[in-house]
């Protein structure tokens, strides 16, 4: 693996934290946007007020491998102003902003290796140099750099008292881990917190989803056979805003509450090898692999457009479509790529990858908003309880999602009616009847 043309100790010449970004010169862009995304994010800036004050993450190193956004920025500045030393390392090749990146560098002295279109081995680069900051807590977003410390940075483990993970796909890398009882520090699976799966994945995965294909392809969306393999709480988001924009969804699922509730909730319920003919837009968001497989690219009408909303590049078969194409592929709009059957055109938004920050901007920053309070106090909540905590997969405390959902309501100025004294005892007691 080669390391960051930078490499860890860049930039100290001109007073800078190590990094390799982009281009620096793009920090003041990326600095007006980080504060523009803050306007949306009132529980972080709660919590960074109060971090700000008490200092509950002094001295501790916390490297971070999460997509370099203005929100993930605001989520670094928090746990900054909570005393930690953090770094940050890009999650996926495309999610990166560049002028982010630089921003958080020169604007804000934190140290960030991450470049929009990283290669292979850039990204792992990156994740090296995040790596060698040797952090006390790790930070991610796919459990990439879990797996990395893991497998070949194995005498980083005793330093590492826990971790949290933001998505689902983390998660079940995770879990698989767990069960092997290969994880070696406990890690907070973010991606449970009520405020964060059912906000972030179905709000936010919804709208961002949409947004991505629209701004690849400007199509009406209106009166299209749009087909959403997955319906977990992204699956779900994303079926509801086609279906608000007038078009008729299919599901696909294997697990049959989902595909009962798909159906319940108005979509149709197909087997992809069914949807493959009559489908205009396909979306996958499972978390697996070779969900839209070469059979059903031979199925696929002219025209046929597809994008991922899972993490990984691995849920539409690439190798297969292209072998199909016998190498007839070009990019006709930026970030869609036609593959040329023969008798037919198929097109693929994003290389396959994450659509919502390949394509566009990712979640709206209100809805990350909920995901990165969660990120700021499970860490706060790690540190004050490492002593207890078991290696393995833990959920978000309960009084972190209710301080998260609190703090949000405070924000938006609704206030909740509290419980009479009557209503408690009676909610206490079991010898009420009828």
Known sequence: MTQPKSGPAAGRADGLPAHDVADINLAAEGRRRIEWAEREMPVLRQIRARFEAEKPLA??????????TTETANLMRTLRAGGADVVLCASNPLSTQDDTAAALVAEY????????????????????????????????DGCDLVTLIHQERRGQLPEIFAGTEETTTGVIRLRAMAADKALGYPVVAVNEAMTKHMFD????????????????????????????????????????????????????????????????????????GDAAPWGDIFVTSTGDSHIIRREHFEKMRDGAIMANAGHFDIEIDLPALEKLARGRMREVRRNVVEYDLGDRRLHVIAEGRLVNLGAAEGHPASVMDMSFANQSLAVEW?????????????????????????????AMGIELDPLTEEQSEYMRSWQHGT
């Not at 001295?59 to 370099?68: E, K, M, P, T, Y």
């Not at 934190?110 to 006390?136: E, K, S």
Request: net charge neutral.
């Open 382 to 410: 790690l540190r004050a309880h490492r002593s207890e905590l078991e290696n393995g997969v833990l959920g978000v405390p309960a009084g972190i999602d209710n301080e998260v959902a609190r703090l949000k309501l405070r």
């Open 109 to 140: 002295g934190i140290p960030v290796f991450a470049r929009h279109g990283a290669d292979r081995d850039m990204y792992y680069g990156h994740l090296n140099a995040a790596a060698d900051t040797h952090p006390q807590v790790t930070m991610d």
């Open 201 to 272: 994945n179905r709000y936010g995965t919804g709208q961002s989803t949409v947004d991505g294909i629209l701004r690849a392809t400007n199509l009406l969306i209106a009166g299209r056979h749009v087909v959403v393999a997955g319906y977990g709480w992204c699956g779900k988001g994303i079926a509801s805003r086609f279906r608000g924009m007038g078009a008729q969804v299919a599901v696909v699922e294997t697990d049959p509450v989902h595909a009962l509730e798909a159906l319940m909730d108005g979509n149709l319920v197909m087997t992809i």
């Open 59 to 68: 001295g501790l190193r916390i490297a971070a491998c999460l997509h370099v």
